[in-house]
């Protein structure tokens, strides 16, 4: 049963991750609003995830690179 219910939070945490890149493309979504669509209670929750994931902030990986 432990075994399951890890399974469930590891399933959830790569969704997240992948649809947190998804949303963080650019559209008219805020940071906020996309911490709430993925479940988190605040925007700082998600923050921390985000960086544990990509190991950068939500801002910083929404940025566009510099284009030359």
């Known amino acids: 049963m432990v075994a399951a ?3 469930v939070r590891e399933l959830l945490e790569q969704y997240r991750n992948a649809e ?3 949303l963080l493309q650019p559209s008219d979504l ?3 609003d996309i911490a ?3 479940g988190f209670s605040d925007t700082s ?3 921390q995830a985000f ?3 990509q190991g950068v902030a939500p ?6 690179p510099p284009s030359f």
Not at 59 to 64: F, I, K, M
């Open 30 to 32: 805020t940071i906020s």
């Open 51 to 53: 960086k544990r994931w």
């Open 45 to 47: 929750t998600f923050s």
């Open 59 to 64: 801002s910083v990986y929404r940025v566009p």
């Open 20 to 22: 947190a890149c998804r």
């Open 36 to 38: 709430l669509r993925l």
């Open 5 to 7: 219910a890890l399974l």
